[in-house]
């Protein structure tokens, strides 16, 4: 290769949308813990770049402060970084000392990186040791319904992800999907027609219609 060739890096395997999630068996502060032990349930798993960071600090207690309404529905928590168990447990002790908050789900300890390549959280262009802010939404029965990255500089809002849970669980429930920003109690959009005929009789059929197209109702 000479010097005037691009640089290769690397291809990252990136989890998909709607398929069954990676699996995985890994060490936790809750002891050992697998996939299929979340079965039945949501699950957010998320991973940090470091213990002992100040925004990956605020990210832990910001979890950790909203775990009570996850638990409402029905959705488990589960942290992550490229971390000893021991940093992980003294890092859980740091917050709770200096912060006064619990950090009460589990955080996997992952040294060997094979849960956080296996969800593509280790990007090459922000890091080669540490894995970024990456987010996954698992569904009840295993299967990836969500994922966000967002750099290692910047927070991520815990309270989207509550929304974001909110909003699957309702397309879920009803078969409708939810406009921007939506929260519970606001109005959901109705399923678009997939025939002419469907369309042509969409105005009558007592949704909140603006065309053919965009119609909503509520729950």
Same mark, same amino acid.
């Given at each position: 290769?000479?010097?005037?060739?691009?640089?290769?890096?690397?291809?990252?395997?990136?989890?998909?949308?709607?398929?069954?999630?990676?699996?995985?068996?890994?060490?936790?502060?809750?002891?050992?813990?697998?996939?299929?032990?979340?079965?039945? !349930?949501?699950?957010?798993?998320?991973?940090?770049?470091?213990?002992?960071?100040?925004?990956?600090?605020?990210?832990? &207690?910001?979890?950790?402060?909203?775990?009570?309404?996850?638990?409402?529905?029905?959705?488990?928590?589960?942290?992550?970084?490229?971390?000893?168990?021991?940093?992980?447990?003294?890092?859980?002790?740091?917050?709770?000392?200096?912060?006064?908050?619990?950090?009460?789900?589990?955080?996997?300890?992952?040294?060997?990186? !094979?849960?956080?390549?296996?969800?593509?959280?280790?990007?090459?262009?922000?890091?080669?040791?540490?894995?970024?802010?990456?987010?996954?939404?698992?569904?009840?029965?295993?299967?990836?319904?969500?994922?966000?990255?967002?750099?290692?500089?910047?927070?991520?809002?815990?309270?989207?992800?509550?929304?974001?849970?909110?909003?699957?669980?309702?397309?879920?429930?009803?078969?409708?999907?939810?406009?921007?920003?939506?929260?519970?109690?606001?109005?959901?959009?109705?399923?678009?027609?997939?025939? &002419?005929?469907?369309?042509?009789?969409?105005?009558?059929?007592?949704?909140?219609?603006?065309?053919?197209?965009?119609?909503?109702?509520?729950?």
């Amino acid at each position: 290769m000479s010097a005037h060739d691009p640089i290769q890096t690397p291809a990252i395997a990136l989890p998909r949308l709607n398929e069954p999630a990676p699996d995985f068996t890994a060490l936790t502060t809750h002891g050992t813990k697998s996939l299929a032990d979340y079965r039945g !349930k949501w699950l957010i798993l998320f991973s940090h770049p470091a213990d002992f960071t100040p925004v990956c600090t605020t990210e832990f &207690t910001a979890f950790a402060n909203r775990a009570d309404d996850f638990a409402k529905l029905d959705t488990n928590l589960l942290g992550l970084s490229i971390d000893s168990h021991y940093a992980h447990i003294a890092w859980v002790r740091s917050i709770k000392e200096n912060f006064g908050v619990d950090i009460n789900f589990p955080i996997i300890a992952d040294l060997d990186m !094979k849960v956080a390549q296996a969800y593509g959280m280790v990007q090459p262009g922000a890091s080669d040791t540490q894995a970024v802010r990456a987010t996954f939404v698992i569904d009840p029965d295993g299967v990836l319904r969500a994922m966000v990255y967002y750099p290692m500089t910047n927070g991520r809002s815990v309270d989207e992800f509550l929304r974001l849970v909110q909003a699957l669980q309702t397309s879920e429930m009803y078969k409708v999907a939810t406009p921007e920003n939506w929260h519970p109690g606001e109005d959901v959009i109705v399923p678009t027609p997939q025939t &002419t005929v469907e369309a042509e009789t969409r105005m009558g059929e007592g949704y909140k219609t603006k065309d053919w197209y965009f119609s909503t109702r509520s729950l």
